[in-house]
C-alpha cells in the first residue's frame, strides 16, 4: 500500500522488524539516501549481533566441550591449575575460529533475511526501488572485513597459538614435575628418555623403568629402580629424576635388539637422569603439524628440494587461502536461500546453516585425507580445497540472479 503524507510517498508493508522503520521507507529527493542509511545501519547491526552470537555458541559447543573432555584428565590426576587450563582454552579458540566465525556469519544471514523475508520488508524495500545488489552491500562489507579476518587468523593467529598449546606442557612440568608422571604409565614427551612408573606413593614413584634413547631413537641403555622423585632444576630447564637401589642394562651399540649381547651394569644406590625441558620444547618444534606453521614456514618448507611432504604443505598452503574466502561464498548463497526460505523461525535458519557448513567442510577433510595419500595426483587435493568456494560462489550468483529477476 502506498499512502500520501503531503508531498512524500510512503511504501508500507503488513509486519514489523523488531520495531525498526524498515517497512515505512520513504522516498523524496535526498530523503531516499537517509532511508538506505537507515537500511545499512540496521543490517549491520543485525548482521553483527547474529554473528557474534553465533561464533560464541558454535566455540562453545563445538570446542569448549573437547577441550573439557581433554583437560579433565589433567585437573583430575595431573594437578594442573586452573590459569593452565585457560591458556590452553584460549590457545584453542583461535584454531577453532577459523571455523567458527564463516559458519556463525553463514547462520547470521540465514536468520536476519529469513526474518526480513517472513517480515515482507524485502517487497517493502523492492517497493520502494531498492534493488537486491544494494540489499546486499552491507552483507558484502561485512563478508570482506571477515575474510580479512579469517585469512589473518589463519596464517598467524591460529598456527602460534596452536603451537603455544603445544608447548603448554614446558609450564606444566615446572609447575609440578610430578604430574607428569603418573602410575602405569609410559612418559614419551622427551626426545632422549622414556619413563614408565608402576606405581605411586605420593611424591614417591616406585618400580621404575628408564630407556636412554640414542640419536636414531633406539634404547641404548635401561635402568630398572625401587625408588624415585622428580624435582625441578629451573637454571639449566630440566627435571632431575633421582633413583634410588637402581641397576641398568646396556645395549650393544651395533644390535641393539639382540638381546643375548645385553650386558649387565653396576648397581646404584642413588643416581640422577637429568631430563632437558629444552630437548623437549625442541623437539616439539621439529614434529609441530602442519596447522602450527605459519605462511612463511610453510612456503619455505615447500621450496626446499627435501621437502618430506611437499603435497601435504601445498594442500594446507591452499587451505589457508580457501577458508579464508569461506564468509564471502556463505554470504552469495545464505541471502538468497534465507530470502526464498521465508521462514521467522530460528530452527530453519540453524538447519540450513548446518547442512551448507557440513558440505562445505566435507571437501576441505576429504582433501586433508587424500593429501596423505603418497600416490594421489598432486592438482586432485588442492582442487578439492577450492571446489567448495567455486560450488558455492557460482550456485549463489546463480541464485541471485534467479531472485533478482523476480
Known amino acids: 500500500m502506498v499512502e500520501k503524507r503531503g508531498n512524500v510517498a510512503i511504501s508500507s508493508s503488513e509486519g514489523q522488524c523488531d520495531g525498526l522503520p524498515l517497512n515505512w521507507l520513504f522516498r523524496v529527493g535526498g530523503h531516499f539516501s537517509e532511508s538506505l542509511k537507515i537500511l545499512d545501519r540496521y543490517l549491520l547491526t543485525a548482521l553483527g549481533v547474529a554473528t557474534l552470537m553465533?561464533?560464541?555458541?558454535?566455540?562453545?559447543?563445538?570446542?569448549?566441550?573437547?577441550?573439557?573432555?581433554?583437560?579433565?584428565?589433567?585437573?583430575?590426576?595431573?594437578?594442573?591449575?586452573?590459569?593452565t587450563i585457560?591458556?590452553?582454552?584460549?590457545?584453542?579458540?583461535?584454531?577453532?575460529?577459523?571455523?567458527?566465525?564463516?559458519?556463525?556469519?553463514?547462520?547470521?544471514?540465514?536468520?536476519?533475511?529469513?526474518?526480513?523475508?517472513?517480515d515482507n520488508e524485502v517487497i517493502a524495500l523492492r517497493a520502494n526501488g531498492v534493488s537486491f545488489p544494494r540489499i546486499f552491500m552491507p552483507v558484502l562489507g561485512v563478508a570482506l572485513l571477515l575474510v580479512g579476518v579469517c585469512f589473518w587468523i589463519n596464517v598467524e593467529v591460529a598456527p602460534k597459538a596452536q603451537f603455544a598449546m603445544m608447548t603448554s606442557l614446558f609450564r606444566i612440568a615446572t609447575h609440578d614435575p610430578g604430574s607428569m608422571f603418573q602410575a602405569d604409565e609410559v612418559v614419551d614427551q622427551f626426545p632422549d628418555r622414556r619413563v614408565y612408573v608402576g606405581s605411586r606413593d605420593g611424591e614417591l614413584m616406585k618400580n621404575l623403568i628408564v630407556f636412554e634413547i640414542d640419536e636414531k631413537g633406539v634404547p641404548s641403555k635401561v635402568v630398572f629402580a625401587k625408588t624415585g622423585t622428580i624435582t625441578t632444576d629451573i637454571p639449566h630447564q630440566r627435571l632431575l629424576l633421582k633413583v634410588q637401589d637402581?641397576?641398568?642394562?646396556?645395549?650393544?651399540?651395533?644390535?641393539?635388539?639382540?638381546?643375548?649381547?645385553?650386558?649387565?651394569?653396576?648397581?646404584?644406590?642413588?643416581g640422577v637422569f637429568p631430563m632437558s625441558l629444552q630437548k623437549l620444547i625442541d623437539s616439539r618444534k621439529r614434529n609441530k603439524p602442519l596447522t602450527s606453521h605459519t605462511l612463511g614456514e610453510l612456503n619455505e618448507a615447500v621450496?626446499?628440494?627435501?621437502?618430506?611432504?611437499?603435497?601435504?604443505?601445498?594442500?594446507?598452503?591452499?587451505?589457508?587461502f580457501s577458508m579464508s574466502l569461506a564468509a564471502l561464498a556463505f554470504a552469495l548463497i545464505a541471502v538468497p536461500l534465507g530470502i526464498t526460505a521465508h521462514r521467522k523461525e530460528t530452527s530453519v535458519g540453524f538447519a540450513l546453516s548446518l547442512v551448507i557448513a557440513f558440505c562445505y567442510f566435507f571437501f576441505i577433510l576429504v582433501a586433508e585425507a587424500l593429501s596423505k595419500n603418497s600416490t594421489m595426483p598432486g592438482a586432485l587435493p588442492i582442487i578439492m580445497i577450492w571446489l567448495p568456494n567455486i560450488l558455492f560462489t557460482g550456485l549463489g550468483v546463480w541464485l541471485f540472479a534467479r531472485l533478482a529477476r523476480k
Open 54 to 83: 553465533g561464533v560464541a555458541l558454535l566455540s562453545l559447543v563445538l570446542v569448549l566441550g573437547n577441550v573439557f573432555k581433554e583437560m579433565l584428565d589433567l585437573l583430575i590426576n595431573h594437578n594442573v591449575p586452573l590459569e
Open 86 to 118: 585457560f591458556a590452553f582454552v584460549a590457545f584453542v579458540l583461535p584454531f577453532s575460529m577459523t571455523f567458527t566465525i564463516p559458519w556463525g556469519f553463514l547462520t547470521a544471514v540465514l536468520l536476519v533475511f529469513g526474518r526480513l523475508s517472513a
Open 246 to 270: 637402581a641397576h641398568f642394562e646396556q645395549r650393544d651399540s651395533r644390535q641393539p635388539d639382540n638381546v643375548d649381547l645385553i650386558t649387565q651394569g653396576i648397581t646404584m644406590k642413588e
Open 303 to 320: 621450496s626446499k628440494p627435501d621437502c618430506p611432504r611437499p603435497l601435504a604443505y601445498r594442500v594446507e598452503i591452499s587451505k589457508r
